[in-house]
């Protein structure tokens, strides 16, 4: 029971920190599956409608309250990215594999590094989010 309380908690403090963001026109699926990617969290989102799936590390939850938070800032903030994404991976075919393959990790690496300035200046104003143990 405690397992569903924290996802519940996760959701809970998604939505609200999605208000305080206006990012509330967006649908987030928290995802119950560990993220596969080498990160505490990844959001995906979708292309043809404001919805996301949030998936979490299986170890994210031993991060203390404000490390969970900058997290789960950093995720949402892709949110605000997202357009400005899909425009630029729209530009793939268009350069060519080598020019992709110089452009794309510098401007992931750029969009990242936004991302978490944005986060470490926002996530404060967030209440911390106080997820039940496993």
């Known amino acids: 029971m405690a397992r569903q309380d924290r996802w519940r908690a996760v959701e809970g403090w998604i939505t609200d920190a999605q208000e305080a963001l206006g990012l509330s026109e967006w649908k987030v699926r928290v995802i119950r599956d560990a993220s596969d990617v080498e990160a505490w969290a990844d959001i995906e989102a979708h292309t043809q409608a404001n919805t996301a799936d949030l998936r979490l590390a299986w170890d994210f939850f031993r991060q203390d309250a404000e490390k969970q938070r900058l997290v789960l800032t950093h995720e949402l903030l892709h949110l605000v990215t997202a357009r400005t ?3 630029v991976e729209s530009l793939e ?8 393959a110089v452009y794309e990790p510098q401007y992931t690496d750029a969009t990242e590094r936004m991302t978490e300035h944005l986060a470490t200046i926002i996530a ?5 989010p106080e997820f039940p143990p496993a």
């Open 93 to 100: 075919e268009a350069l060519g594999k080598v020019a992709w």
């Open 124 to 128: 404060p104003t967030l209440p911390l």
């Open 85 to 87: 994404d899909r425009t």
